[in-house]
């Protein structure tokens, strides 16, 4: 992870949501907005982490949707809404009923937006020939500002 203090989101990259709609960056963050790097069916560390970010709102005094919004993002390009729906599914159970579901993103998209976001806050990762990714444990690139 490099830093890249002061550098812009890429906020016309596309992606699909977990319903398959297309938004744009721009479209969804219109407030503090936490982002985690991950890729859906990551065998290590990224169910670690979403669970981590679920245990984070929980504790959090901040209210979602209000005060700040979630995005996780499928640095995977082969992972696509089904798979970021069924991700979803499994960490909204862990937050309150009164979560609003539409605070949270899970994002999926090409190759080139996705290189186009990861860059821009210094996020690395290296695809192995069995499927899997080399990446960081994201924590330290969570909070970006509207």
């Not at 069924?86 to 949270?104: C, G, I, M, Q, V």
């Amino acid at each position: 992870m490099d830093e890249h203090n002061g550098k812009y989101l890429p906020l016309d990259s596309s992606f699909l949501d977990e319903t398959g709609s297309t938004v744009t960056l721009r479209d969804i963050i219109d407030r503090p907005t936490l982002l985690l790097p991950v890729y859906f069916h990551c065998p290590n560390s990224c169910a670690l982490n979403l669970s981590h970010l679920t245990d984070a709102v929980n504790r959090s005094s901040f209210t979602p949707g209000k005060d700040f919004n979630l995005i996780a993002l499928s640095f995977n390009d082969q992972d696509d809404p089904t798979k970021a729906q069924a991700a979803k599914e499994n960490y909204l159970p862990r937050l309150p009923d009164t979560f609003p579901k539409e605070s949270w993103k899970f994002l999926t998209g090409s190759k080139e937006d996705i290189l186009a976001l990861t860059s821009s806050i210094g996020y690395r990762f290296d695809q192995r020939k069995d499927g899997t990714f080399v990446h960081p444990r994201p924590w330290s690139r969570l909070l970006l500002t509207a």
